[in-house]
């Protein structure tokens, strides 16, 4: 079970733009971007920031000034990978690889904020079916996303009393776990003697994002030609008979 957890949240606007060097409008435009944790919202209506807050702050900063990347990389790099090491992403970049990529420790701020989103009984259900993992109850920030996605998909009406148990992602686990094996053994294990180490490795940072797009696009025209399917074999009420 991955509980709330109650988080401190002792700076204001002012002492963000001391602590960090950045300008009031550029904190807003950032938190309109999705880039910060949610602040903390007083009786008056005031906010009120975690110090996960001035943490990433300061890691846009240097991502700015040390890598120069724009904040829609930035974003990218959110997504994906969490608030690593400005030396990890350097790495990264170097390397051009996912094989030796990080998967770091989501903030106990951005656990709090995802836990409030979902039953206890989701929790557990996900780390009963082995989807999320605690490392001394921490939770890495691949196991964040798939709460973010859970949580997102309760809210978007698939709930218990619809119909939907957590159970149900199981589906998905195992399809998934199947099409990596027949993957591995029909498309990877075929070209390994081909090339070397880097070129495969460069070959599977090219190839795994283009994977990715098409498997969803595959899904979802199997989904639909599957629901045209059940549409098409509804019985057809018969005409009444006449006299």
Do not use: C
């Not at 008056?44 to 700015?64: C, D, F, H, S």
């Not at 776990?177 to 070397?196: F, G, K, N, Y």
């Not at 180490?197 to 460069?202: A, F, K, Q, S, V």
């Not at 639909?224 to 018969?238: F, G, K, N, T, Y």
């Amino acid at each position: 079970m991955l509980p709330a957890m109650a988080v401190a949240t002792p700076y204001r606007m002012r002492d963000l733009v001391r602590l960090t060097g950045v300008s009031a409008p550029t904190i807003h435009f950032y938190a309109q971007q999705g880039l910060l944790p949610e602040p903390h919202k007083t009786a008056g209506n005031q906010a009120e920031y975690p110090e996960a807050t001035v943490m990433r702050l300061r890691w846009i900063k240097a991502m700015q000034t040390q890598l120069r990347l724009p904040l829609r990389s930035i974003r990218s790099v959110l997504d994906q990978h969490g608030q690593i090491a400005v030396e990890d992403i350097q790495a990264l970049m170097a390397l051009g690889h996912l094989l030796e990529e990080p998967d770091p420790l989501a903030s106990s701020e951005e656990l709090a904020a995802v836990a409030s989103r979902l039953a206890p009984a989701d929790l557990r259900a996900l780390a009963r079916l082995g989807l999320v993992h605690t490392r001394g109850g921490a939770t890495s920030h691949s196991d964040l996303r798939l709460l973010e996605l859970v949580a997102a998909t309760r809210e978007a009406g698939f709930t218990e009393e619809a119909g939907f148990r957590i159970e149900n992602i199981a589906v998905y686990r195992d399809a998934v776990e199947r099409l990596v094996a027949d993957e591995l053994s029909r498309i990877v294990e075929p070209v390994v003697d081909r090339h070397d180490p880097e070129t495969l490795r460069d070959l599977v940072r090219r190839g795994l994002p283009l994977a990715d797009q098409l498997l969803s696009l595959l899904h979802r025209r199997a989904v639909q030609a599957e629901l045209r399917r059940w549409i098409d074999l509804e019985p057809v009420e018969s005409e009444p008979a006449t006299a």
